[in-house]
Structures are given as structure tokens and as C-alpha cells.
Antibody, heavy 119, light 107 residues
């Protein structure tokens, strides 16, 4: 079945970087964009950005001001989201989600990765 | 950026009640609107896309309507398993944006 499996929880210090992985299975990885969405504790959903695994093109929310880097390794059907210069307000659960075809948005989600930023 | 405003932010209703959640976009988004359900401690789940198209496997008591700037999610007969927070999302243009969420509880 279609599945996205994310890497485990991370604890980082302010100013550090974190890289979260998202391994896809059950479908053609290069055929669907991957979105990244985050959710701070007790808060709503916030879109981080997307990557097109076929072309490598990306787009991310302006608020991250170049701190986000999204990449893929198509040989192992895995997407990565790296967030640099971490701040305490980056503490959140980070989800990857598959963009469906035919104008179907995020139809399959990873289980989430908790990133805690604390000194 | 397109702002998505949901109302109410929370509601409490009885089992069997009809529940309506509204979502307003700050500018027209045609029908590029999705609804997600997130149960406590769980991953968001796509319920509806294209404003009114039910995702496969979603119970028929859920329905969506609207176009342009005003949208509605309706649960025709609330069940205990529908306790969750519901989010609307526009996917008309980047940056994709979500509403603030509506928390649905049982009275």
C-alpha cells in the first residue's frame, strides 16, 4: 500500500540544523510532489514547502527566508527536509505528505517527526 | 498570501446533530479547497478536495460545498468517532494555506 515513513524524533540546540527524511513506498515516487507541513504544539497546520521529485524543483514559504532545503534521492524513493539556524519556535511535528494527481492535494501523510529545539 | 478563516473555532454538539463548519478565503480560489480531519494525536486525513469531492473511503455523512471564497463542511449526523479538529486548506496558489481549525466535541 502507499506509505510514507519518516525518520525519528530529533532534539537540537538553537542555531543547529535538522534533516528529516520521508521514505515513500507503494507508488511511483517521481510521479507525485512531496509537501512538508509542520504543527507546533497545540497549534494548527502550517505549510513549509514542496518538492517535485522528478525535476528537483522546490518552493517554500517565504517566512523561512532560505532556511529550508528540500531534496530527494530517487534511487531510494526518499525525500528530505533540512531546516537550518533552528530557533525555539521551530519546535513542531514535521509531516511529509504526498500530493495526489488530478488536483487532489495531500492524500497520504507520513507519521510525523517531532523536532524539539532547546538549549 | 491567501488567508483562510474558519468558524467557529470550536463547537460542541450531540450525537446525531447536523454540524456545519465554514471557511472563507481572502480572495477567490475557485474550487481549490480541501478539508482535513485530525483526531487527537493522529496524522491529518484528507476528507474532501475540489470543495465537494469526497475522498475514497470517507463516510457519506461528510459533505462539502462552495466556490470562490465561501465554503462549508457539513457532517449530516455527528458520530462519536468524528471528534477531531477540522482544517480547510486552499491549494489554488502557493503558499498553500490552512484555516486555523475547528475543534468538534460531543456534548
Amino acid at each position: 500500500q502507499v506509505q510514507l515513513v519518516q525518520s525519528g524524533a530529533e532534539v537540537k540546540k538553537p542555531g543547529a540544523s535538522v534533516k528529516v527524511s520521508c521514505k515513500a513506498s507503494g507508488y511511483t515516487f517521481t510521479g507525485h510532489y512531496i509537501h512538508w507541513v509542520r504543527q507546533a504544539p497545540g497549534q494548527g497546520l502550517e505549510w513549509v514547502g514542496w518538492i517535485n521529485p522528478y525535476s528537483g524543483a522546490t518552493n517554500d514559504a517565504q517566512k523561512f527566508q532560505g532556511r529550508v532545503s528540500m531534496t530527494t534521492d530517487t534511487s531510494i524513493s526518499t525525500a528530505y527536509m533540512e531546516l537550518s539556524r533552528l530557533r525555539s519556535d521551530d519546535t513542531a511535528v514535521y509531516f511529509c505528505a504526498r500530493d495526489g494527481l488530478s488536483s487532489i492535494p495531500m492524500d497520504v501523510w507520513g507519521q510525523g517527526t517531532t523536532v524539539t529545539v532547546s538549549s | 498570501d491567501i488567508q483562510m478563516t474558519q468558524s467557529p473555532s470550536s463547537l460542541s454538539a450531540s450525537v446525531g446533530d447536523r454540524v456545519t463548519i465554514t471557511c472563507r478565503a481572502s480572495q477567490g480560489i475557485s474550487n481549490f479547497l480541501a478539508w482535513y480531519q485530525q483526531k487527537p494525536g493522529k496524522v491529518p486525513k484528507l476528507l474532501i478536495y475540489g470543495a465537494s469531492i469526497l475522498q475514497s473511503g470517507v463516510p457519506s455523512r461528510f459533505s462539502g460545498s462552495g466556490s470562490g471564497t465561501d465554503f462549508t463542511l457539513t457532517i449530516s449526523s455527528l458520530r462519536p468517532e468524528d471528534v477531531a479538529t477540522y482544517y480547510c486548506q486552499q491549494f489554488n496558489s502557493d503558499p498553500l494555506t490552512f484555516g486555523g481549525g475547528t475543534k468538534v466535541e460531543i456534548k
